[in-house]
């Protein structure tokens, strides 16, 4: 898919992403950045302060502890190649474009309080893409490992026009399925998005993207419960995000308790 990562906007909530020496046009509801060792953390402060961020989100796309990974308010883990469509697929789970949707004070509830976030996505095309996007997302919540509880959940479906509620059923009971936690609140967003490289090929396309929000507190009790006993394709390895959290999460606490 295309990177248009440079500025997302949106009718309701402005969100948008940080750049070295940016100047704030207007209020951001939503600030991005992507962490490394080469973000300056007076030139973040100073624009976060400019753009009245309410939420500074930083996005760490190789699991490594960052000295800006202490201003932000949350930090959301995924795969480098992964970064765009994380920064999309937030922007858009409260547009309401589709038969479902969340709103903004649904999103900022999902969010405050709980700094650390987990990003998983499947995307597929042609005549069976959901059964295939569902496959690919299913492999990967299989590999979940934390002992920190999934405090929410939201997920937002990207779909063109054909996309009908016997298909959400489907993506919706899989996750049911497969995805099963305690005392935590799922959100659903379905997107009509036409930019990926399979509707521009005429093709059908699906991709079902999840935010996992966690607790910042540590529990011992496993809290996700995955059903193994169902038969599966397993994705090519270059499509699976192995990404364990547990050792990052237990960093970002120690860090947060140091102050």
Known sequence: MEN??????????????????????????????VASDEVDLADLQRYRIQAQTDYLIAINGTG??????????????????EVPLVMQAFQRLHSGSGIIGMS???????IS?????????????????????????????????????????????????????EQQDFIIQQIDKNLMVNDATTFYQLSF???????????????ICMFL???????????????????????????IVGNSIREYLKQQQQRNKNG
Not at 127 to 142: D, G, P, R, T, Y
Not at 198 to 203: F, H, I, P, Q, V
Request: hydrophobic share 35%; net charge negative.
């Open 113 to 165: 309080g709980n700094k650390n976030i987990e990003f998983l996505h499947g995307v597929a095309g042609g005549e069976n893409c959901v059964a295939l996007a569902c496959e690919q997302f299913i492999s990967k919540l299989q590999r979940l490992s934390s002992n920190y509880p999934i405090k929410n959940v939201m997920i937002n479906m990207f779909a063109d026009i054909s996309f009908g509620c």
């Open 193 to 207: 998005f036409h930019e990926f490289d399979y509707w521009k090929k005429g093709e059908q396309g699906c991709c």
């Open 4 to 33: 248009n990562s440079s500025v997302l906007d949106s009718d309701i909530v402005k969100v948008d992403k940080y750049e070295p020496h940016k100047i704030a046009n207007g209020k951001n509801e939503v600030t991005f950045f």
């Open 213 to 239: 929000v966690y607790s910042d507190e540590e529990n011992d009790i496993a809290p996700v419960i995955i059903e193994h006993d169902i038969s599966q394709k397993i994705p090519n390895s270059t499509q």
């Open 64 to 81: 490594k502890d960052y000295d800006c990974l202490k201003l932000a308010d949350n930090v959301i883990l995924c795969s480098l190649n």
């Open 104 to 110: 903004w004070d649904e999103v900022k509830w999902a």
